[in-house]
Each structure stands twice: as C-alpha cells, then as structure tokens.
C-alpha cells in the first residue's frame, strides 16, 4: 500500500508557471511507476504525463509535451510536475498516481492502483 499527497495547486494566469509535488508514503516508492492525470468539470479523466520507476523514461500527452516536465526524486519518495506556459484549458484537477505492474502502462488510468486527493489548478486568461 502506498500513499500519494499532492501539492502546489493554485491560481495562475496564462502564461505563468507552477509546479506539482506527490509525496508517497508507504512501500517502497523506487518501484512504482508515476503518471500525472488531469480532470476538468463535465470531462473524463485526461493522462498528462509519466515516468518510470527508475526516471529514466518519461512519456507525455500531446498536449502538455513541450510545456510539463515530469520528474521524480526516490531519495525524497516524491515526483513532480513542472507546468510551464500554462493555458486556461490547463485548468483542471491533477492527480498522481502510482503503477505497480510488470508491464508498463503509462497512459491508462486503469492501470495505476494508486491515486491521490488531487489538487486544483485553475488558469486565468
């Protein structure tokens, strides 16, 4: 079992930049691997973007790619997002997420089996 905290949500306008912290505790989080997920009022949850469990590989939505960085830090058991050049159709609440599966599916929610609480971030044109 493990948890996931995330942070760093807010009020930002077009243009600005914030950053997403998920903090896990519990198992081993060197293991799992971590996605970023995204759903905005009357809209299905959205993958944003991934990262595998050693930070070697990421994967990401088209449209956050160019703008978002994911990273993670094992030594701090805690990965992040970078949102860069945010746009009002950012807004949304964002979720971590933790895989643990042999295989590695990073754009699917059904194959995470952790999740957070989720943190607003809302971006004002």
């Known amino acids: 079992q493990v948890q996931l905290v995330e942070s760093g949500g807010g009020l930002v306008q077009a243009g600005g930049s914030l950053r997403l912290s998920c903090a896990a505790s519990g198992r081993t989080f060197s293991s799992y691997a971590m996605g970023w997920f995204r759903q905005a009022p009357g809209k299905e949850r959205e993958f944003v973007a991934a990262i595998a469990w050693s930070g070697t590989r990421t994967y990401y939505a088209d449209s956050v790619r160019g703008r978002f960085t994911i990273s993670r830090d094992n030594a701090k058991n805690t990965v992040y997002l970078q949102m860069n050049s945010l746009k009002p159709e950012d807004t949304a609440v964002y979720y971590c997420?933790?895989?643990?599966?042999?295989?590695?599916?990073?754009?699917?929610?059904?194959?995470?089996?952790?999740w957070g609480q989720g943190t607003q971030v809302t971006v004002s044109s």
């Open positions: 997420a933790a895989q643990d599966r042999t295989t590695w599916t990073p754009a699917r929610w059904y194959a995470y089996d952790y």
